[in-house]
């Protein structure tokens, strides 16, 4: 048994107060960063994945948080989630795009880069410059303590450059043993270091040469680390030398012989090991554990090995990138014990786990694992059910009936033809009260102290295949079944057992029938079922439920229960799923609050996403630990190390900013005409990059931050004139948020808005007034009918201009949000489905680039003139801006609004703009959203923009939906 499992199970046995069973007393060490190597998610990235080449030769952070690599394809950026490439030799002045080394100088941030043909170039605020550079090729690049760059180049020796200029060349002329140096450390007492072809070398603080160090084998010495003590170790090609005294060194552990690549210690102390051709060694706490491609490793030749700002490890091989970091979940597979993969039921009895699986029983304490009942009926046991009785657990199964456990031995064996009217039990209840109660697809087995009863539809049960059941505190059975809920009321006669059955009817809510547990928390019943999780204020008659009109990703829940700060998770076939408890009061008071959730899958460290229905699969242990019974194993959580990881925000970047697709520069003004402007950002944290929230803020513009949850690409449009500073913040679930990353830029006004053509407009319109005026007074009398009809008619005209387009004559954006708040409401009463189609014309910057601006205008009437054809009588179309359209679609479903815009998007690429555009040919994307998900103006207008941001994401002439 792995160091792991003793220590993950002792912190298991911790007492928490929450369980009737013994409890031990004993330290409890953190469930995770305790792991083996194979309990440490690792992911990886190759070509595959946006890696511009699959052997990453060298690793460094630089102070934002951004991951610079080494690559053949040139030097690469990584925020977490994508790649930027900067293989463009005449923008970094390097004279080839393959880099060996990269290191950064923490003393401003800058970035060095050396490889191929000896180039060197250094990163700094975005802007590349050339150093001088060490032809044939470049080693290593190392910048020391005070900021100086070390340069251990392939031929020419080891050079220094202070403030990017060469200073000084140390070769063989000044003690080398050879020309060829692979890197260079100094160290505390300011000795020099060099790894070369022909051995390890020093220049003592008071020497002025090089002396080989003859302790350490003469060929080639790849790579230096420095130990927290101070010592040296040495990589070598027969394996490690650590330092001893003054410039003495030994064999570091004598039985491990290989070829070493790379040498880096841990934050915690561990000595992470890459090698030539065996993969990657950790030595932590004097064990020595390895991964290789047999267990995971894209290739067993490690280039670099780094740790990042939050600890996580990063190991660098000829087959792409692998990151090594804590998992939210340790997990438990027959590779680490278990009787059996599929589990159904886990259940805390004695100070011991019990994991049920679809091949018998396994118990998990301080000591291992071991397998329950060998030699028994129970063993090989298809386990779904657990329940603590009367001092036993009672051990529900598939084809074997149900078994009372002791700890020891079985007890009693509930089968059929004794006592069951089946051998599958499903479910099991138990009070103190009453006695023990089985549940199977035959009814209710009820054992009390007066005899056996069965209960069917007969006696008021809806439905005879159990699925849930549960005893209240005041001891009233709830049994749940494929056809609902019944509430049985027992009552104690003196010499047998009444049952009072009442029918809860769940169908009002969202058609709920199958219930699949059943809890009691804080005054509440609490039941997953197969439309969302069900609610009930107990001694009430309000029911509630929660699904995805709540904000929840889906409907169907298999499990719930409660941490130990009265968090909710629930289990689903599609992961589990963790609710703050504030969050979740909040909506219980106001349902119309939706419900923020964090999902948590195989990413995160479960053993698997499929969370099964069982008795219980989701269960809190008496330390605070959550279990998880899954398709392949038991998965478990300490809550605590999940605030843990989210307590550090990620730093956050903005990466580009454009207007109008132009690249916009801080500070800069952007022209009156400008129609959109664009951020992109992003948090540049590696825990849960996949569980990074983002906040936004446009100063000038919004009051309050606005989420937009794991989106990294705002824009905005139709900008008033002024000063902005645009905001982004981060965070990991429930932790806090980051300092926010800010651009501030300005909008220039429109000559009518400038306050000269304001005056002169204001000027001109008192005199028009004045005519006016005086010419009204001169007719008045004798034709005053005439110009009032006049009047109308131009009151008329104008409100009709006030609503249209000048240019296409479509409905312009007042009269669209005017209808659009029109039909919203008439949706809402009629009980029908509203959707939005919001148009964007492809690359038309070009089609005005190319046809100049009128024709561009011809186009847009060509294409609203078309547009009016294409759609229903009832639809209605108008211009957005530019060149985007929008067109709502009353009484329309999502999948009927599909069709729709697909075909105005065929009807356009097919339409002949010849007479306009000779042979260009043009096409639009098309963002649909409806007010089946989306029933407010805001969302489905943000759905729809967010669904066509995609369609052009995604590479236009097409359409997306939400």
Known sequence: MSLFIRYLLIGIMLPFGLSSAPAQSMDLPQLQGNGSLEHLISEVWTTRHGLPHNSVNAMAQDSQGYLWLGTWQGPSRFNGREFEIYDDIRVTGLPDIGIFTVDVNHCNGSLYVGGARGGISRHDDGQWQELQPAPPFINNLNVDSQCNLWVSSSEQGLL???????????????????N??????????????????????VKAANATGFSLIKSVPNGRVRTLVMAPTGQILVGTQEGIYQQTENFGFKRFQPDFNASI??????????????????????????????????????????LDIMHDHEGSIWVSTHGGLVQFRDALFAKFTKAHGLVGNYVRAVMEYQGNIYVGTSNGVTRINSEGNFIVGEGTELEGQSVLSFQRHDGEL?????????????????????????????NEVRKIASSSRYGLVLGGPDGLTHISPYGIKQLTVDDGLLNNYTTALFFDSEHQLWAGSVSGVVKITLTDAGDDIRYQTEEINLRSLSGAELAFQIVEKQGHLWVATDRGLVVHRMGTDEWQIFNRDNGLPFDNFLSVAFDGDANLWLGSNRGAIFIDHDAFTQTLNDPNTLLPYQRYTEVDGMSSSQVNSGGPSLYRSSNGHLWLATASGVSVINPQHRRDLSSSPPPVVIASVKADDRTLSYGEEVASDTQRVAFEYAGLGYLMSDHIRYQVRMRGFDNDWIDKDSLTRTEYTALPARDYVFQVRASYPGGAWSEPAQFAFSRSEHFWQKPTTWALLLLAAVLIAFIVVRARLR???????????MVQEKTAELETLVRQDPLTGLGNRRAFDERLRLELKRSQRSDKHLSLAIIDVDFFKQVNDRFLHTVGDQVLIELSRLLVTLLRDVDYAARWGGEEFAVLLPDTSLEEAIEVADRVRNGVQHHDFSRLLDEHQLTVSIGVSCS??????????VAADQALYQAKSNGRNRLEYK
């Open 160 to 178: 220094f450059y202070e403030n990017d200029q060469r200073s000084s060349v140390f070769t063989t002329d000044n003690g080398l043993p050879s």
């Open 394 to 422: 009672i051990i529900g199964t598939y084809t074997g009936g149900a078994f009372a456990w002791n700890g020891k031995q079985v007890t009693r064996h509930y089968h059929q033809g004794d006592k069951l009217p089946d």
């Open 180 to 201: 060829a140096v692979f890197q260079s450390l100094l160290d505390k007492q300011g000795n020099l270091w060099a790894a070369t072809s022909e051995g390890l070398a």
């Open 779 to 789: 007719f008045l009398n004798r034709s005053r009918r005439q110009l009032d009809r």
């Open 261 to 302: 690549s790379a040498l880096h210690y841990s934050p915690e102390g561990h000595l992470w090991i890459g090698t030539y051709r065996r993969g990657v060694w950790r030595i932590r706490n004097g064990e020595t554990q390895s991964l290789d491609t047999n267990s995971g490793l894209p290739n067993n030749h490690v």
């Open 932 to 941: 089946e998900h989306y029933p407010d103006h805001s969302s489905l207008l």
